[in-house]
């Protein structure tokens, strides 16, 4: 019997043991199976914040491109591996894009939100660009005057120091500023790009070196209506639109370094009308285009190793004839830019032309324009994109005759516009400029730009921010 009772205890023990490996063994299946649930639910979520940063990635390579950014839907989704997700994008209006992208795997989903910008704008997206590139601390962009005198900008302006606007002065566009915005609001310790002109390399990319016909197209010293004894070229050379250091405005121009062109057809009759209409003033015509005799010069960029002026002492204003289809001209100056009469467009729908003044490096004073009539201030409006390399420069805007100064088109420049229009206590010449987004829009396509959107609807879009929100 004693051993009886040993043998069941030692049976019990046992089964007791048993038991408690048994207890072990379904506990450690458990603990392995919650991880397994948990790196699991693990593995999901993260795939899902993978999917939503996908579709963020594809949505800022559809904007891009020029598209709305949208993809799918949460009733349609995009499938991807194990999951799938969808983005919705809302333009915020003020160049930047909010895109809300949800990833989703099971029956759980994550959303990112990102804030994206636009900052393929650049000169061409401005009514007035001062993109400040010896970044002078000092440098602030003024608008002012008051009452009928007030500057009145039409479009988006964007200066890489300050901007200061003072007195009755608006802007109906959005202001953006490398520095501080005084007297407005809008977009402060903004960075945007400035052309790289040096890039283009203009001196080989163009189609009329203006120089060379004069050297090369047969010139003749002639006496003109236009004013003055100057080298000129025959109707049928593209480059005839110029005249060649004309005797009656050497005064002008007799401190500047290189040669001077002036622009001006010695062949079309010259009008002294005051009148702001493109009908009735001088016109410029070009070779090959309407009848005109010659290669076509239309769509082309014509290159001027020189200075460039518009301005004569027998005319108020120049105008781009219109021809069927449009004209389109693009004028590259290695020097200075002088603006002190008119230049108009008969249409304003298909024709346009633009002036980019580019730096001499064995010139200090180039790639400027200088804006206004340096001795009767007549200067009133012109119809022309006008973009300077270094800066824009008033000459004498606010003297006798100009109180009303008005530009249909852009400002440009890639350090400042430095255009000073206080006179005196009491006199402040208007600037009203008027942007033409045609450019922007890919409605005119110029030739030779200094854009790589220029005609399309492309984007370069900079990531501003990433974060997680709620996904409904």
């Not at 804030?115 to 400040?132: C, L, W």
């Amino acid at each position: 019997m004693h051993g009886t009772r040993e043998r069941g205890a030692a049976l019990y023990v046992a089964l007791f043991a048993l038991l408690i490996f048994v207890a072990m063994t379904v506990s450690m299946v458990m603990v392995s199976l919650a991880n397994a649930r948990e790196r699991e639910a693990s593995m999901q979520r993260a795939a899902r914040r993978y999917l939503a940063e996908a579709g963020i990635s594809d949505a800022i390579v559809a904007l891009s491109s020029g598209a709305s950014g949208e993809i799918a839907s949460a009733g349609s989704p995009v499938s991807f591996g194990a999951g799938d997700y969808y983005v919705t994008v809302t333009d915020n209006g003020d160049s930047t894009f909010t895109i809300d992208s949800t990833g989703t795997v099971g029956s759980a989903a994550r959303r990112m939100r990102c804030v994206a910008r636009d900052i393929s704008g650049g000169v061409f997206d401005h009514a007035m660009f001062a993109g400040n590139e010896d970044a002078d601390p000092t440098y602030s962009l003024e608008l002012g005057g008051s009452g009928g005198q007030a500057d009145n900008v039409g479009g988006d302006i964007y200066a890489g120091g300050d901007i200061n606007v003072t007195g009755d002065a608006t802007a109906t566009g959005t202001l953006r500023a490398g520095g501080v915005i005084h007297g407005a609001t809008g977009e402060e310790g903004v960075n945007e790009p400035i052309p790289d002109i040096a890039a283009k390399n203009y001196e080989v990319n163009h189609d009329i070196d203006v120089a060379q016909q004069f050297r090369d197209g047969s010139p003749s010293y002639l006496a003109d209506e236009l004013g003055g004894d100057a080298w000129q070229l025959p109707e049928a050379n593209p480059a005839h639109i110029f005249r060649l250091n004309p005797s009656d405005r050497s005064s002008e121009y007799v401190s500047t370094t290189k040669d001077d062109y002036f622009l001006e057809d010695p062949y079309e009759a010259v009008s002294s009308s005051s009148a702001l209409s493109a009908e009735v003033v001088t016109r410029l015509t070009f070779s090959g285009v309407g009848g005109e005799p010659g290669p076509s010069s239309n769509d082309k960029v014509f290159f001027v190793d020189g200075n460039l002026w518009l301005h004569n002492r027998r005319l108020f204003s120049l105008s781009l004839m219109h021809r069927s289809g449009g004209i389109r001209v693009t004028f590259v100056v290695k020097g200075n830019v002088y603006i002190s009469d008119n230049l108009l467009l008969e249409n304003a729908v298909e024709d346009g032309i633009a002036f980019i003044a580019i730096e001499d490096a064995a010139v200090p004073d180039s790639g400027n324009i200088y804006f206004g009539d340096a001795t009767f201030g007549t200067l009133e409006r012109m119809d022309t994109f006008l973009y300077a390399e270094n800066n824009f420069f008033d000459s004498n805007l606010s003297a006798s005759g100009s109180t009303n100064i008005q530009v249909n088109g852009i400002m440009s420049a890639g350090n400042q516009v430095a255009i000073q229009r206080d006179y005196d206590a009491t006199r402040h010449t208007r600037l009203e400029l008027n942007y033409d987004r045609r450019i922007a829009d890919g409605a005119l396509v110029l030739p030779g730009l200094p854009t790589q959107s220029q005609g399309s609807n492309r984007r370069t879009m900079q990531i501003v921010s990433v974060h997680e929100v709620e996904a409904q």
